[in-house]
């Protein structure tokens, strides 16, 4: 399976702000990105898919692809607290997903 | 509800024992995906199948792990003689086509004693 290493957490933000996740990944031929918000004790559930370089914005979640750098980053605006979860990357690896272990997020009140 | 199914939710079992879980993928779904997560990691992929045809086992599925999805629609995962290293989340994903994004199911817990 291909790499994905993405930044440890926790990652504790306040309630309101910017909060920023970042991955990277192996191989250069990678050609679909995702992400996906799991809680605790539950399966995940996918918020972003992003293909080509450049921005993907969806509501608070704004999903940035670089794959000359073989980077893919995650901002939530205005994080709230039910945005408190891990949130996973993955990776399309000849069909199947390769993941991150994935950064625990907290939004404190 | 037109997601994905997994049953059952949660499964306790002694070592040694044989157990098995479905997986009911979304209907218009072509792919259906086993993956295995374990704590503080992300999902492992296990194996797919497109179709009733299963195209891809990872070297993670023992013998003691079989899969099939007869008639290319639900699926089966039966793990033989369970192992206390077997204790896992087990999840389910499909997907239509070769890019296109992965749903799970609620996944099924094993715990074995």
């Known amino acids: 399976q291909k790499e994905v290493e993405q930044n440890s957490g926790p990652l504790s933000v306040p309630e309101g702000a910017i909060a920023s996740l970042n991955c990277t990944y192996s191989d250069r031929g990678s050609q679909s990105f995702f992400w996906y918000r799991q809680y605790s004790g539950k399966s995940p559930e996918l918020i972003m898919s992003i293909y080509s370089n450049g921005d993907k914005e969806d509501g608070r979640f704004t999903a940035q692809l670089n794959k000359a750098s073989q980077y893919v980053s995650l901002l939530i605006r205005d994080s709230q607290p039910s945005d408190s979860a891990t949130y996973l990357c993955?990776?399309?690896?000849?069909?199947?997903?390769?993941f991150g272990a994935g950064t625990t997020v907290t939004v404190r009140a | 509800d037109t997601g994905v199914s997994q049953d059952p939710r949660h499964k306790i079992t002694k070592r040694g024992q044989n157990v098995t879980f479905r997986c009911d993928p979304i209907?218009?779904?072509?792919?259906l995906y086993w993956y295995r997560q374990t704590l503080g990691q992300g999902p492992e992929f296990l194996t797919y199948?497109?179709?009733?045809?299963?195209?891809?086992k990872s070297r993670l599925l023992s013998d003691r792990f079989s899969a099939e999805r007869p008639k290319g629609s639900f699926s089966t995962l039966e793990i033989q003689r369970t192992e206390q290293g077997d204790s896992a989340m087990y999840l389910c994903?499909?997907?239509?086509?070769?890019?296109?994004?992965?749903?799970f199911g609620p996944g099924t817990r094993l715990t074995v004693l």
């Open positions: 993955a990776v399309n690896d000849d069909y199947k997903l390769s």
């Open positions: 209907s218009e779904h072509n792919r």
């Open positions: 994903a499909s997907s239509w086509g070769t890019e296109g994004e992965q749903f």
């Open positions: 199948f497109q179709n009733e045809a299963q195209l891809e």
